[in-house]
Nanobody, 122 residues
């Protein structure tokens, strides 16, 4: 059974930065495209960043130029560096292996973890 554990969230002022981590157990991140999703209150969970097994990345327009996804295959970990944070980035952030890394509202291959809360104050 694959387990995804996200961490690194917190409360930050607008313009600040956070780095999220996602450790996968029971599988290897090198074998899958991986992605970071977020879900704000009352909204659908959306894919904001994805990285292919080749290392190619893609981002939602709302985070392009501010967020960077990366992976460390040796540590079986995926990261999301978030800079220039805005209040609208406030959400619970999750990682998963996307069924389609270009689909904004697509699902993931694995059970969802608990996520990590990111709150950006204005």
């Amino acid at each position: 059974q694959v387990q995804l554990v996200e961490s690194g969230g917190g409360l930050v002022q607008a313009g600040g930065s956070l780095r999220l981590s996602c450790v996968a157990s029971g599988s290897t991140v090198r074998s899958h495209d991986m992605g970071w999703y977020r879900q704000a209150p009352g909204k659908q969970r959306e894919l904001v960043a994805a990285i292919a097994t080749t290392g190619t990345t893609n981002y939602a327009d709302s985070v392009k130029g501010r967020f960077t996804i990366s992976r460390d295959n040796a540590k079986n970990t995926v990261y999301l560096q978030m800079n220039s944070l805005k209040p609208e980035d406030t959400a619970v952030y999750y990682c998963n292996a996307p069924l389609n890394r270009y689909s904004k509202y697509g699902g993931g291959h694995y059970p969802w973890g608990q996520g990590t809360q990111v709150t950006v104050s204005s």
